[in-house]
């Protein structure tokens, strides 16, 4: 019986999901197929799998929203071109960190389960179901832009991942300043 | 009486000595720890928490974001109730809001309380009671599933202040930073090679297998905490579930409660037990083995001790580690990699961990 319900709502749903859900759910179908591309699967096509990973990524993350929101306070204090060099390095390891979880992706099942639109804003759920039949939950935050819904923090198993950075960031420029955190950055994503 | 007697003896007295702490605890928990806080101190003493019910949603959402209210004399006792009942609110978290409505549910003996309930409810407990239970229900709605709790908008004031952002109190830093680098060369050097032989030899259903059966055992853990909370439906899951995967899914082998029965585990403790009476985590402690926890949930951890029956099956200190290093083993086992892309993800993997298990637990007793 409620299995019956829970197929019901699972297969109704595309039907009804809102614009939030559709942006979701076409990136990450995207990615999926290009992970999953057998033509893509040779080491020495690595470079264009991550080429095509990043461009897909990059259509629905919103990297100013996301950058402003882990500096926070420390933003407003920061100049235009300290603002850009940091975009630009904080994408940077988003990427890496996004490219190097999705690469791990092995016939995991993906289960849209409702969003919320307040606005500009919106909230959109979604259930990963894991090989070992365990459920990880995820919430993407996005704000709707001219050219669509954008992504500015999701939040796994209800870890925000712009909050983690957040305190990361803040902490590190406690302890050194702004440029100490370029540093590091520059560090981890291998551009010194 | 003989030796073996008398050892026996003092088996049982200590058996019904950690019941007797674990007793303690539960009224220390629904007794002390609310009317301790002078801010529940009201709503536990002077007014049922059914008197809740009366209180408008609107203004029961507004008053959890919105700061001041402008003081009206109260004409007649009803509005003096919502007054104080809003002052109450605005100081209450939700988390206690939930505990107090959940009593309320069955103090006020309404029917059950799902949203489909409403057309039942309404016809036998009249009209007061329906506008009760439709706020109720209301209520239920807004605060039972977590997402429907979320906020769609995150106001400026949640992250972008000058006040110290929130955070977990963390002044044992120095130490807690030495024992995650122990932990750390722990995992890379003992725990992760001998996971990964672990991993080779056992194929995965059996690991997952393993997994379940340890985790099936640990449902008193879970079932206890559902009723402190008064979370009386996952009390009722859990019970379920156990006796279903006991049988059904061989010894709990198997999840059948969930693939048969979409019955998931409902994922308690004592230390959410105690934050959902509105503990704080305290301070951040990073302890060498167990690795990421805190004041509330090392209380927490020592009070599920007594109350897991792996406690109470596996007796002297080798077979104890044995059985615990083989749960811990098998576990690592099926999550090989998640430290690592944690690690390689952040700036100061410290610092990361401490954030991430702040948020998830917070998540949790949210949930």
Known sequence: MVLCISLAVVCASPAIAGEPTEAIRKITDKIISIVKDPALQSPEKKGEKDRLIRAAAEEIFDREEMSRRTLARHWRKRTPA????????????????????????????????????????ALVKVDIMTKQETKIPVLYRLKKKKAGWFVYDLSIEGVSLINNYRTQFNSIIMQSSFKGLIEKLKEKVGKK | MTTSDERK??????????????????????????????????????????????????????????????????????????????????????????????????????????????EGAVASVGKRGQESASRFEALIKLTAASFEDEKVIEEPEDWDTDVPQVAIADPLEPINRVFFAFNDKLYFWVLRPIAKGYRYAIPEPFRVGFRNMFSNLAMPIRAVNCLLQG??????????????????????FGDA???????????????????????????????????????????????????????YMVSGTRETIAVRGGDKVNRVSLSIGDYESLKKAALDPYVAVRDAYFQYRRAKIEK
């Open chain 2, 231 to 252: 979370k009386f439906k996952g009390f009722g899951r859990e019970l379920l579930r156990f006796v279903v995967n006991s049988t059904a899914g061989f010894l709990g």
């Open chain 2, 9 to 118: 003896d003092t088996e049982v007295k200590r058996r019904v000595s950690g019941y007797g702490i674990i007793c303690f605890l539960a009224f220390l928990c629904l007794l002390v720890l609310p009317c301790g806080q002078s801010e529940a101190h009201g709503l536990f003493q002077n007014h049922s928490a059914s008197a809740l019910l009366m209180l408008p949603l609107e203004d029961a959402q507004m008053n959890l974001h919105l700061s001041e209210l402008p003081i009206v004399k109260p004409t007649d006792p009803d509005q003096e109730l919502k007054m104080i009942l809003r002052q109450e609110m605005k100081r209450i978290d939700r988390r206690r809001l939930v505990v107090a409505m959940r009593l309320g549910e069955k103090l006020h003996m309404l029917p059950d309380a799902a949203p489909t309930s409403g």
């Open chain 1, 82 to 121: 300290e603002r850009e060099e940091f975009m630009v390095l904080f994408e940077d390891l988003l990427q890496q960190t996004y490219i190097d979880r999705v690469k791990g992706y092995s016939g995991e099942k993906v289960l849209y389960e409702g969003e919320k639109v307040e606005g500009n804003y």
């Open chain 2, 257 to 311: 409660a969930r693939i048969g029965m979409h019955l998931d585990p409902q994922d308690e403790d004592f230390g959410q037990t105690l934050g959902v009476y509105g503990a704080g985590p305290g301070i951040y402690i990073n302890w060498p083995i167990f690795g990421p926890s805190s004041i509330r949930d090392t209380i927490g951890m020592a009070g599920d001790f007594f109350v897991d029956p792996l406690h």
